[in-house]
């Protein structure tokens, strides 16, 4: 298994989908809590990074072709 990064707010128990960069260090979290944040996260963040992006989308595979 690769290195796993979880969501700061759920307790690491949550996958992170984003990672912030920030002055002081940086965060992740799930899409549920980047998007709660997000109004404060685009003050402070001066580098947002989508995890995941790859082609590993365990579930959420809906793509009709
Ligand atoms: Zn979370």
Known sequence: ??????????????PAMYLVKMV???????GHHFNKFKPDLDKIAYEVIELNKKEETPQ???MAE
Not at 1 to 14: H, R
């Open 1 to 14: 298994m690769t290195e796993w990064i979880g969501c700061d707010k759920c307790n690491s128990v949550v």
């Open 24 to 30: 002081n260090g940086e965060l992740s979290f799930c």
């Open 60 to 62: 959420l595979v809906e």
